[in-house]
């Protein structure tokens, strides 16, 4: 009976020490809290998103042509940039590149969220609008045409 005893707690010790070296934390590489270390996920993960909006130079002319001389980019009615409308790009950019409006927003424990944008000429006349899905640990970019 003793000898049970014995291999029951040593059991139990066995169990609590290999729990106890068990680290918890955010197992998602896409979260922006990612640890390598973690063994187990403790749900705390968090992750944040990018979107870059860009034109070309014939979007640029067309709105030159139509009077707009600067454009104000707006997400969920805060403003995130603004930029004169003869300012193009003849590739797609890269989020944070030099010159482009980007915005990177945080997503809290989701993956993915859907914000409004705006975008507005100096006399208030909007060009563009619509939703964004942002995706968590992603820069998506957006050409916009006129």
């Known amino acids: ?4 005893k014995q291999i029951v707690l040593a059991i139990l010790i066995g169990t609590t020490l290999i729990t106890s070296c068990q680290k918890e934390g955010c197992t998602d590489r896409d979260a922006e809290n990612f640890s390598s270390e973690a063994k187990s996920d403790d749900g705390t993960c968090t992750y944040e998103s990018s979107f870059v909006f860009y034109y070309d130079g014939t979007t ?3 709105l030159i042509d139509d009077g707009a001389t600067n454009l104000t980019f707006y997400l969920d009615g805060n403003i995130i940039g603004s930029s004169s409308a003869s300012v193009y790009w003849t590739n797609e950019p890269d989020c944070g590149s030099n010159g482009s409006i980007t915005v990177t927003k945080p997503l809290g424990g ?8 705006r ?3 100096q006399t208030g006349w909007e060009y563009w609008s619509g939703n964004l899905n942002f995706e968590a640990n992603t820069c998506t970019s957006l050409e916009l045409y006129f």
Do not use: G, L
């Open 60 to 62: 640029a002319q067309n």
């Open 1 to 4: 009976m003793k000898k049970i």
């Open 110 to 117: 989701v993956k993915n969220k859907t914000y409004s944008y």
């Open 119 to 121: 975008v507005i000429d």
